[in-house]
């Protein structure tokens, strides 16, 4: 991407933010370095345009869906929470070590929204990375116009589809069900004994002190044990069955023993059981993934936001 010369200071920060113009080095064109794209600019320098999109991975909670006969599971995704205009531009001052201040985003957020309304006021269609907004009326026409009650048959609204952006963003994703906060097995706290570091880094061939809830090893299904997964796949590396937990589980830790072969990259562990708060186990085991993030290995440069670090994040 080039900016024109003479082009309004404030645009080209908002453009640069959007794109991810916020680094500088001496590459070949299209060359892949630490997840970063990097492009050749007009300035003799290559730059860096965008990072390399991460994998949708998000906690669902399953409702029952009573229009259809039979055992019917909607998925509704848990929302980590709702961002505002505001919210985004502190994420981008703080993405970018200040380099774009938030109060300058947001007054140029604001004027795009302005200009984006009228535009749609004035029929006209958008399209942004976010997806093609189309102006549409609802309802069905009647020629006799002059009535209030046709009038209100049509109504002024608008289309959304998926940018394609979006759609390659949305691709392969991965999905977790979540057990609703109030039953179930969970975990707070990875603590390896190596590293002496908690939530974030663990050492292989070590153990790990993992603090939770109904983490009791009771009842009698095989699906009873913990998982070691791979964060981004959810690639089971190495299955530990009841059995191997029993001696030293309790109902709120145990302690695990990493492979000594184990990769470098980002890890979470998950918990089946039947532990609940009553004497008598329940009859069918309870699976929950952890939010926690775990690292082998050293953090890449780039990183250190939003969950790629390794530490806890909220799914």
């Not at 974030?200 to 983490?215: D, Q, S």
């Not at 089971?236 to 009841?242: D, K, L, P, S």
């Not at 937990?245 to 039947?274: C, E, N």
Request: glycine share 8%.
């Amino acid at each position: 991407m080039i900016i024109p010369n003479g082009i309004n200071i404030y645009t080209q920060r908002y453009i640069n933010c959007l794109t991810g113009l916020s680094h500088t080095l001496t590459r070949r064109e299209g060359e892949v370095s630490r997840g970063w794209i990097i492009f050749s600019g007009n300035n003799g320098k290559d730059t860096i345009m965008a990072k390399l999109k991460k994998r949708v991975e998000w906690a669902v909670r399953l409702h029952r869906y009573n229009l259809k006969e039979g055992n019917n599971l909607h998925p509704r995704v848990v929302l980590r929470g709702t961002l505002s205009l505001e919210d985004l531009a502190q994420r981008v001052e703080f993405r970018t070590r200040g380099l774009y201040k938030a109060e300058e985003t947001v007054l140029v957020a604001h004027k795009l929204m302005e200009a984006a309304i009228d535009a749609l006021v004035e029929g006209y269609a958008l399209n942004t990375s976010l997806g093609r907004l189309t102006p549409v009326v609802t309802g069905m026409w009647s020629f006799a116009r002059l009535s209030p009650e046709a009038r209100a048959q049509n109504k002024a609204s608008v289309s959304y589809a998926l940018s394609h952006e979006l759609k390659k963003a949305f691709s392969d994703p991965l999905f977790h069900d979540e057990v609703p906060p109030d039953r179930g097995p969970d975990i707070y706290l990875v603590h390896d004994m190596e590293s002496n570091s908690d939530n974030r880094r663990i050492t292989p061939g070590g153990y790990i002190w993992v603090k939770g809830r109904f983490l009791l090893m009771n009842g009698d299904s095989p699906e009873r044990g913990v998982e070691l997964l791979e964060a981004e796949t959810g690639r089971v590396v190495r299955r530990y069955t009841a059995e191997e937990l029993a001696p030293g589980a309790t109902r709120s830790h145990l302690v695990l023993r990493l492979p000594d072969d184990l990769p470098d990259g980002l890890y979470r562990l998950a918990v089946t059981s039947q532990c609940t708060t009553k004497p008598t186990p329940l009859k069918k085991p309870v699976r929950r993934v952890a939010n926690v993030r775990l690292r082998v290995g050293e953090e890449p440069a780039e990183e250190g936001t939003a969950g790629d670090d390794g530490r806890t994040t909220t799914a």
